[in-house]
């Protein structure tokens, strides 16, 4: 099975971006183990930092080295990615000759409450990330518009529509994987 890290762009403690990192990883059950990677310690991306990598940068470059794939699981801060986000994929990324996403491939997807969802921050995303990655899923674009019924205490997706694209997304980058030689 491919191991997969998570990273979602949200620091909030009730995030609804979190819930569906969870719910999408009980859906992955028996084809891909999620590994979330936490991002909220990081400090601020600095150059100068580089050559002495803090504790927190080590943590989650060695979290993405050793999965086969990249999960981003993002919510849209004004018509874009959360700085949170972008500090990390710049930590990640970095020096250049050393970055984690060196062979790795990668999927976006989003939730929330607006009817554009996640549209301009994934579009942001995939120029950012498709730069970063070897291969990055592109179909199926997945927008999720978010409800609090959306997703129960369990992690279960109680919309059979929601559900059935959310699975097709897991195959899809399923596919993707196994399309890719390992890193």
């Given amino acids: 099975m491919h191991k997969i890290a998570v990273i979602v762009g949200s620091i909030r403690q009730e995030s609804i971006n979190k819930k569906l990192a969870r719910a999408l990883a009980k859906l ?76 790795k491939v990668g999927a976006i997807l989003g939730t929330s409450r607006g009817r554009l969802s996640t549209a301009l921050a994934q579009s942001h995303l995939r120029v950012i990330a498709g730069c970063q990655l070897d291969a990055l899923l592109t179909l199926p674009e997945t927008y999720i518009n978010f409800t609090d019924a959306l997703i129960d205490v369990d992690a279960n997706v109680t919309d059979e529509a929601v559900k059935t694209l959310l699975v097709h997304f897991i195959d899809g980058f399923v596919r993707l994987l196994e399309r890719s030689p390992p890193a």
């Fill in 28 to 103: 992955a059950e028996g084809k891909l183990v999620f590994d979330t990677v936490q991002i909220d310690d990081l400090p601020l991306f600095n150059q100068d930092d580089e050559k002495n990598l803090p504790p927190a940068v080590q943590r989650i470059k060695a979290a993405i080295r050793g999965a086969d794939g990249v999960l981003f699981v993002t919510p849209e801060h004004n018509r874009s990615i959360p700085a949170a986000l972008k500090n990390a994929i710049d930590w990640a990324s970095r020096p250049s000759k050393e970055s984690a996403f060196s062979g």
